[in-house]
């Protein structure tokens, strides 16, 4: 081995210390590259240093260049550690320096939504019959005759299937007249027991008035289950009630619907006057038969009312074609 060599290899030692200390001292981004191109440049302190890798053997240079590459290597990485370093600092730094106060009051005055006032009387009765352990249902609006006739024990002759009542489609479907359609579709997957509600939109043939549209929301719930009597539908139909609109009067008047035996009509007693909201009763075991459960084995109560006239009560609303439009001199009171 020659002088040259050993004279070069302490060479690179010292210059890999002296680098290592200088990329510890780093404290800035400009630094840390003046640090790369001093000793990692082209013309950087290595590279000026391997140029006198000429005055060696041809035996001797391997030895040279295997160490200075492995200097350049670790530099290298000294480097790039570094620089993570400092780029986590300068986040963290920032992330403190630009830190709100989520308490202070917003300075935005954009114009913001609201809730329509049907809307919100549709999720205010849904959180209710959730918390009674109803689960929400959804179904198609456009139907067939099976699903929201003949499922329902309303044969081709029942009143209720005359043509003035109801919306039908040149290819023989029909504009659902009730959301209990949702039920039986239901009921065709699931296995009792169960509990579901079934808000949505619903169509019948009537002239457009103060108190009547062709087009206005349901909202059914369905029970099914061993051992379910009329006892238990009043309980949940006066705790539901009493959750909506406070300790008011409730009434049953008898009724007749029919996919429901015995049936009922529910008043309300709500500013001095008796409001009728809506029906219910005893599944009729005809339906239940219609989707292959055992009218023997179990029982199941029904019951389906309008949640336009609900959120006309509510909001003190006197026209019903108020809640279909788009004048946002009305919708700006809710």
């Excluded at 480097?79 to 009051?105: F, H, N």
């Excluded at 409730?250 to 809506?278: C, H, I, K």
Aim: aromatic share 8%.
């Amino acid at each position: 081995m020659t002088t040259d060599l050993d004279s070069l290899k302490a060479q690179l030692q010292a210059l890999s210390e002296k680098a290592t200390q200088s990329v510890a001292d780093i404290q800035t981004p400009e630094q840390l590259e003046q640090v790369r191109i001093e000793y990692l440049g082209k013309k950087g302190i290595l590279s000026q240093m391997l140029g006198a890798m000429g005055k060696l053997s041809v035996e001797e240079r391997p030895q040279v260049g295997a160490i200075a590459n492995q200097i350049k290597q670790t530099l290298q990485e000294q480097l790039d550690r570094r620089k993570q370093t400092l780029q986590q600092a300068a986040i963290a730094q920032q992330l403190e320096s630009e830190t709100l106060d989520v308490t202070m009051p917003g300075v935005m005055r954009s114009p913001q939504g609201r809730i329509h006032p049907l809307q919100g009387t549709i999720d205010r009765m849904l959180d209710i019959l959730v918390g009674l352990g109803f689960t929400v249902a959804q179904g198609p609006e456009i139907e067939t005759d099976y699903y929201n006739f003949e499922a329902l024990n309303t044969p081709a002759d029942h009143p209720a299937r005359d043509m003035q009542d109801t919306l039908y489609l040149n290819d023989g479907k029909l504009l659902r007249t009730q959301t209990s359609s949702v039920q039986i579709r239901y009921m065709e997957e699931h296995e009792p027991p169960l509990r579901i509600v079934c808000p949505g939109r619903v169509y019948r043939k009537d002239d457009v008035d103060a108190t009547h549209s062709p087009i206005f929301h349901q909202l059914e719930l369905l029970a099914v289950e061993e051992g379910l009597t009329f006892g238990d539908l009043k309980g949940t139909v006066k705790t539901f009630i009493e959750e909506l609109l406070g300790d008011c009067p409730v009434r049953f008047r008898p009724s007749y619907f029919p996919f429901t035996e015995p049936s009922a009509e529910v008043d309300v007693q709500w500013n001095g006057r008796w409001l009728e909201l809506g029906g219910c009763g005893m599944v009729d075991p005809n339906v239940f038969k219609a989707v292959g459960y055992d009218p023997e084995a179990v029982t199941g109560f029904a019951w389906g009312f309008g949640v336009d006239r609900v959120a006309m009560v509510l909001h003190q609303i006197d026209d019903i074609r108020r809640l279909f439009s788009s004048d946002l001199r009305f919708l700006r009171q809710f």
